[in-house]
């Protein structure tokens, strides 16, 4: 099974490795490229630290501002997001383990700890913006995406592939914008499937509908009204008692000869 893997580096790397673990070829030819971008002077006061993104984490490397922030909480949208912010150093990590709405919430829950305004570290173009969570958000951009043309070894393989992998809104778009400059009849992951063959049912031939189940009698006729249940509740609770008892007896056997 080939694989295109459309994500920017290094991310479409790691994704690679693990394709080939779970025995797929992966293609890898990235529609989008991370390019950071100049440093911005930060606020004086900065209380946390917002990360929607590793991309954004990455673009802290080497930087003399990542002193000064890692002594700050650190509020993550994901697991991958708060591994890259540790791996960098931060220590007072928090995952939101969601999307920006749930990292919203989450900077919310700890608003009375956070000692200033929020930095969020972020893309020049954004899918969404941070709630303010009942605090100020500063919002700097750090990296920008950028889209890239098409790979040559896409367009030898396009009827080879079997699979798309899309990480990002972003990505999607650069995705529809590469097929619709190809021939995307003959590609197996964007062809249209023919129609599934017709079922075929006991009672007809192929394309027959269902049969129809015949009403099933209710158990208790006549239990309408509130005089008739009351006259068959004893019954049934008798016979409910026996299918207990019934069923009892193998365990009881079985626990004596234990």
């Known amino acids: ?16 490795g693990r394709l080939v673990a779970m025995g797929r070829t992966p293609l ?3 529609l989008l490229a991370v390019r950071p971008l100049p440093f911005p002077s930060l606020p004086t006061e900065v209380g946390a630290v917002a990360f929607t993104s590793a991309n954004a984490v990455a673009a802290l490397t080497g930087r003399p501002e990542l002193q000064r922030l890692r002594a700050l909480p650190v509020f993550a949208v994901g697991d991958a997001t708060a591994w ?9 990590v928090r995952s939101a383990g969601g999307d920006l709405a749930a990292l919203g919430r989450l900077i919310a829950a700890h608003r009375n700890d956070i000692r200033g305004p929020v930095l969020h570290l ?14 100020p958000v500063v ?17 030898s393989a396009w009827t080879e592939l079997d699979a798309v992998l899309v990480h990002s809104p972003r990505a999607a778009r650069a995705l529809a914008r590469a097929a619709a400059a190809l021939d995307v009849s003959t590609s197996p992951p964007f062809a249209s499937r023919p129609p599934p063959p017709p079922r075929r049912f006991a009672t007809g031939g192929p394309g027959s ?13 006549g239990l309408a009204s509130p005089a008739s249940r009351a006259k068959h509740r004893p019954v049934r609770a008798r016979s409910m008692a026996r299918s207990r008892a019934a069923l009892a007896q193998p365990v009881e056997r079985r626990i004596r000869n234990a």
Not at 124 to 132: S, V, Y
Not at 209 to 218: A, E, L, N, V, Y
């Open 1 to 16: 099974m080939k694989v295109w893997v459309t994500r920017a580096e290094p991310g479409a790397s790691a994704t690679a």
């Open 28 to 30: 890898v030819a990235p």
């Open 84 to 92: 890259a912010a540790r791996d960098l150093g931060f220590e007072r």
């Open 122 to 135: 972020a893309a020049r173009e954004r899918a969404g913006e941070l709630a303010d969570g009942g605090g």
């Open 139 to 155: 919002v700097t951009p750090v990296y920008e995406v950028l889209e890239l043309p098409l790979d040559d070894a896409v367009r």
């Open 209 to 221: 509908p269902s049969p129809r189940r015949p009403t099933r009698p209710p158990c208790w006729p």
